[in-house]
């Protein structure tokens, strides 16, 4: 169900259900997302993915999933790398699993919150302490208008001179654009993964979008980020 084979994640674990239908809040920017091209598209991926999207509707789902982030001692679980929380039952559930596994540290980017009937249980997970949650918009979504506590705005952009609304507290740039090198785009910082210096650094090294707020990421002290990022991994 869970896997720590991703090249960008490193070996933080992930959960994926295959993307596009289970996108209800997606827009029209969404059809350059990754996930629906590339090794993702490929037989294998894409029928993991879809295993693992009628696992979400087993009546099971839930303990399996608690089971099983126990068993494998995660620490660090990024929920969809590729689809989204597809209704308001299943995120229930997994508000529920994050909620029965306060060790491990989740994070999610979700464009469901496009939908009202989504506000009031993206707001509870949110809240948890164990949850780092990830608004995703772009030009054609705009800015939410209600932004529960807890809640962090990340962009995707898709050209050079798109620019982040302010309140954007992280950029994701569009495959093609990641061979200039930036930083930040206006004042915000761009997915270090993603800025085209060539430095080697994923997720499980820089941490931004899982660690906690108060934490400073050091983008030319790497060492002194791998420790950060290792204390994280092992508390």
């Given at each position: 169900?869970?896997?720590?084979?991703?090249?960008?994640?490193?070996?933080?674990?992930?959960?994926?259900?295959?993307?596009?239908?289970?996108?209800?809040?997606?827009?029209?920017?969404?059809?350059?997302?990754?996930?629906?091209?590339?090794?993702?598209?490929?037989?294998?991926?894409?029928?993991?993915?879809?295993?693992?999207?009628?696992?979400?509707?087993?009546?099971?789902f839930v303990?399996?999933?608690?089971?099983?982030?126990?068993?494998?001692?995660?620490?660090?679980?990024?929920?969809?790398?590729?689809?989204?929380?597809?209704?308001?039952?299943?995120?229930?559930?997994?508000?529920?699993?994050?909620?029965?596994?306060?060790?491990?540290?989740?994070?999610?980017?979700?464009?469901?919150?496009?939908?009202?009937?989504?506000?009031?249980?993206?707001?509870?997970?949110?809240?948890?302490?164990?949850?780092?949650?990830?608004?995703?918009?772009?030009?054609?979504?705009?800015?939410?208008?209600r932004i529960?506590?807890?809640?962090?705005?990340?962009?995707?952009?898709?050209?050079?001179?798109?620019?982040?609304?302010?309140?954007?507290?992280?950029?994701?740039?569009?495959?093609?654009?990641?061979?200039?090198?930036?930083?930040?785009?206006?004042?915000?910082?761009?997915?270090?993964?993603?800025?085209?210096?060539?430095?080697?650094?994923?997720?499980?090294?820089?941490?931004?979008?899982?660690?906690?707020?108060?934490?400073?990421?050091?983008?030319?002290?790497?060492?002194k980020t791998?420790?950060?990022?290792?204390?994280?991994?092992?508390?």
């Amino acid at each position: 169900m869970f896997s720590n084979s991703n090249s960008k994640l490193g070996s933080i674990w992930h959960f994926s259900i295959p993307a596009g239908d289970t996108c209800p809040g997606r827009s029209a920017a969404c059809g350059s997302c990754y996930a629906m091209r590339h090794w993702f598209a490929s037989p294998a991926v894409r029928g993991a993915y879809d295993k693992n999207l009628e696992r979400t509707k087993e009546k099971d789902f839930v303990s399996t999933a608690i089971s099983e982030i126990k068993r494998l001692c995660i620490r660090v679980l990024r929920v969809h790398s590729s689809g989204d929380l597809y209704d308001v039952g299943y995120t229930r559930k997994w508000t529920r699993i994050m909620r029965a596994c306060p060790s491990t540290r989740f994070f999610l980017y979700t464009r469901s919150w496009r939908l009202p009937k989504f506000d009031s249980v993206l707001a509870e997970m949110a809240s948890l302490t164990n949850v780092r949650l990830w608004y995703s918009i772009d030009r054609d979504t705009g800015k939410p208008k209600r932004i529960p506590s807890g809640v962090r705005l990340a962009y995707l952009q898709l050209e050079h001179d798109d620019t982040p609304p302010a309140g954007t507290d992280l950029v994701f740039r569009d495959h093609r654009l990641r061979s200039r090198v930036a930083k930040k785009s206006g004042n915000v910082l761009i997915c270090p993964p993603e800025n085209g210096t060539g430095v080697e650094l994923g997720c499980q090294k820089c941490g931004v979008c899982w660690r906690d707020r108060g934490e400073r990421f050091s983008e030319s002290r790497d060492s002194k980020t791998r420790r950060l990022s290792l204390q994280l991994l092992s508390t």
